[in-house]
C-alpha cells in the first residue's frame, strides 16, 4: 500500500541529559511520559506574561523533530511551521511548505530557544548561529511525518520529497511544494474555531484540528473538508513506534457514496493514513486519533451567525516627550504601549501609514499594532491590537490600504473580514521561494516598488547548511504568484525603494569578504560580494557588483534599512534618501551625485538623537514627517529596548549640505544658507583622508595607502573659494584620485554668527571636471600648491581613551566589559588579561600584551576555541587604530580584572 519508495530510516537514540526532563500527565495515565530537552529558566524579574499565550489558537516557530529517538523519521525538521494550541496540553505543528502535520504531541509546547523567544525576556539573548539549537518538542510526541508532502494522489503513497534540492542536499529547506502539488492559502478565525485552507492538486481543502475530551483523556479530532476531486487522495497522518506504548488508535467518519464509505483509514504497521477515493460532491472528513479503543469522530457544532467579540478590546493610550531643540531637525521620542492589558511586550520592527494618517506596526514578537494620533504635539497616540502568530517579522506594508507583513513564513495579507477591528484572516500572498531553519535567515527587510510588486531580503549568514537563496533580494509580483531573483551574494541585507522611481537601495553587513559598511544599489542580478563560509573559496563569483558607497565600520557598524523622503515636508531634505544605522543609533542623509557616469553618492551624519537603534522607517502622508522604529536585539549602544520617534522638521535653517560632489581638482560642498567668507575661504577649517579596503576571507578589513601600505593618506587642502551666492565651496584639493574610501570634513559658519561641523564619507569612483563659473564661482584658478601643516598632538595612552576607542569602533558589541555573554559574539573582556586562552587549533596562549596586540591587528590568527564556527568574526584594526589607540585599548582591557 505505502509503495516501494517508502522511506522511514531509523536515527540512533540520543541518551543525554537532554532529555532529562519528565512528564506527567494526570488525565492520561496510561500515556508514558517522555524526555524532553531542557527550557531556560523562567526570567522571574521580567514584566511580560509568557511568549506563547495561552488564549491565541496558535503563533509560528520552526520544529526540529529530528531527536524524538529511534523508530521515529529522521530529518523531521519543519522550518516554517504553525504552531496550533489544540487545548487539553495538545499540539500539533503544520508545514506551510509541504501541507503536512509535521507532528502531534502533548505536553508544555515547543523549548523556547528560537531568536524571539528567547530574546523575549531578556532583549540581547541571540539563538546560536546554524541549526543545532532549534525549537523542540517539549512534551510526549503522539505522531509525526517523514519530510514528504501531507497530501498525494494516485495508486499509493511515495513517501520522498518531490522539490528541488538545495546546494546542501540535506537541507529540508527546500521552500513549498510546486504549485501544481498544492499550496497553503489561509488561517482563519471562524466562530466555529480556527480553520486551515489550502489547494491540494487544485481542489480547495478546509481543515479544524482541535482536541475533545473522551472518558477524561484528549481526543485530537480532525475535521477535513474536501472539493470534488477525480483522483484518490492520500493523507498520511502520521508514523508512531510500536515501541512506544501506549497503542495509539484511529477512528474515521466519512460519507457513504454508492453503499461505501468515501474515505478509509489505514493502519500498516506503526503508520497512520487515509485514503480518500474520487468523488464529484465536497467530502466532509472526520479523524479522531487517541489512546483510548473507543474514540469516536467528533461532529463539529455548525458555525453560528454571531458576530465574534474582539479578542482585545483594549486601546492603550502612549505620548511622546517633545524636542526643545531648537535645530532644524529634531526627534520626538515616542512612549511604547508597554503598560498593556497583555503584559505583552512590544519590540516594534517596522510600521507602515495609512493615507489617513494610522500606521501599523509589526513586532519581532508576530504581533501587529494599529496606532493613531501619530500628529502634533503626539500627546494622544492611541494603539490597538490586531494581529498576532507571525514568525519573527521585521517588516510591514500597507498597499491598497491593505496591511502585508513579511516574516519567515512568507507575505501575508492580514484581513479584518467581520469588521470587529481585528484581523481574522491570516492570508499567505506569497510563500514562493525557499526558507531554511537556520537562525539567521531572518525575513529582513520587505519594501513596497510602484507598480505593486514586493522587493524582499533575506539573511545570508549560514552556520549549518546552504540553502538556495539565503543573502538574496528577491522581487514578488503584484499577484504575488512569481518571483524573480535580483540580488545575491549579501550577508544581512536591509531595504529601500524609491516610491516614484522604483531605484532599490540595499545595505550590507561589514563580514567575509564584506571590508566594510557598503551601500548598494540593486539591479539585473548582480553579485554582491558575499559568500559563506561554508562554501569553498573557489566557488567565489566573478563580477563584484562595487556599492553606491562604502561607509567606514567605524561609522556605521551596522546598516539598516533607507528611506525615501518622497512628498515629505522635510523642507531641505524633501525626496532625499535616508540611511538609518543600528549600532550606535543614528539617521543619515544620502546625498545622490549624478554628475557621472555611475551614480556615486555622499553620506553625512543628521542626528544620534535616539534612544533606540532604528531598524526601519517611513513618511506619514499627513504630517510630511520621518517616522523611525526599531529594537534591541544585535549590537547596540542604544539606551532603549525599543522604540517609536518622528524625525521633525522644525523650519530652523538647516546647515546640512546638498552636495558634495568629488572634482578633479578637489571637492564641491554646496549648502542652501549663506556662508561666512572668511571661515569658508580658510583651507584649515577642512581636513581630508583617503583609504583603500581588501575583499578577503577574513572578516572585515584593515585600512590601506593608496601606495599599498596599511594607514590612511592625509589629504591636506591646498585652497577653499566661496561662491558668488556665498551658498557653495569649492576646497583645492592635490592628488584626487579614484580611491575606495575618502572623508571630507569641514568646521563653517554662517552669515547669521551660526557655527558648525560636519564629515562626509564617499567613493569617489569618478571625478567630475570643475569649472569654476559654471559652479557660480568667479573665473579662477586653483591653487593646489602642497600646504604645510602643524602635526596635532598624539592620543593620550590612557584607560580612559581605550574605552573611548572600544565604543567608537563598535568593539562593545561583541565583547563585555562585565563578564556577561548575553548578546555578545566574542569573548569578554573582563578578567581577560592574564588569563590562559585555548585557541581552534589546539594552541594556548596567556592573554599578554603581545597576544592582545596580535588579536586586535591580526584577529585571524589565533581564533579562541568556540569562536571558531561563528559567522560573524573580527575585522582587523591594522592601520585603522594608531599605535597609541591600541595601547590605549589594551589599557582599558587590562583594567577590567
Known sequence: MLGNNRVISKMKLLASALFSILLAFSTLAAEKPAKSPPVQPPHKLSPWSDFVEPDFPFYSSVLDARKLGKDWPTNNLTPRGIILNLGNGCWACFDTDLLRISAVWRGKGLTPVSMAQGSYHSGGDKAPEGQDKLPQIFGTPWLANGIYPGWQKGSQMDLVDPRTPCPEPNEVGRGPLPRVDGRFSAIRSRPNGLSLEYEVFGTAVTEWIQVQMQENQPVVQRRVVIGPHLDTFWLPLGHRPAAAPPQLHLSVAAPIEDGKPVAEKLEENDFFAVRVAPSTKPVDLQIAIGFSASITPWKQPEATSTKPLPRWPQTVTTRAKLSASKDAFVVDNMALPLNNPWKRNVRIADLAFFKDGRAAAVTFDGDVWLISGLKENLEQVQWKRFASGLHEPLSICVRNEEVFVFDRNGIWLLRDADGNGEADTHELFSNGWAQTAETREYANGMKLAPD???????????????????????RLSPDGKTVTEIAYGLRQPFLGVNPKTGLITASDQQGHYVPSTPLHIIRDRQFYGFISQLLPKEQYPAPIAEPLTWIPHAINASGASQVWLQDAKMGPLNDALIHLGYYRPEIFAVLLNNRTSRLQAAVLSLTRDLEFAPLNGAINPVDGQLYVT???????????????????????????????????????????????????????????????????????????KTDG?????????????????????????????????????WALGTTKGKTFEQSAYFTPYELTLFEPTKEGFAALTVDLTPRTIVASANTPVTSDEGKKTAELMGCVACHSADGSTLGKVGPSWRGLFGRERKFSDGTSTVANDAYLQQSIREPAAKVVSGFDKSDTGMPSYEGVLSDAQIQALILYIKSLR
Request: no cysteine.
Open 452 to 474: 505593486g510588486s514586493f522587493i524582499i531580503a533575506k539573511g545570508g549568514q549560514q552556520g549549518s547548511t546552504t540553502g538556495k537563496q539565503n543573502g538574496t533580494i528577491l
Open 630 to 704: 526599531g529594537f534591541q536585539i544585535w549590537g547596540t549602544t542604544a539606551n532603549q529596548v525599543a522604540g517609536l520617534a518622528r524625525l521633525r522638521y522644525t523650519g530652523g535653517e538647516s546647515t546640512f549640505p546638498q552636495e558634495v560632489v568629488p572634482m578633479d581638482r578637489g571637492i564641491l560642498l554646496r549648502f542652501s544658507v549663506p556662508l561666512d567668507p572668511a571661515r569658508a575661504t580658510n583651507p584649515a577649517n577642512f581636513s581630508a583622508e583617503r583609504w583603500n579596503y581588501k575583499r578577503t576571507a577574513n572578516y572585515g578589513s584593515p585600512h590601506f
Open 709 to 745: 601600505s596599511k594607514g590612511q593618506d592625509n589629504m591636506v587642502p591646498s585652497s577653499a573659494y566661496l561662491s558668488k551666492d556665498r551658498k557653495s565651496v569649492f576646497v583645492g584639493i592635490p592628488d584626487m584620485r579614484s580611491v575606495m574610501q575618502m572623508r571630507l570634513g
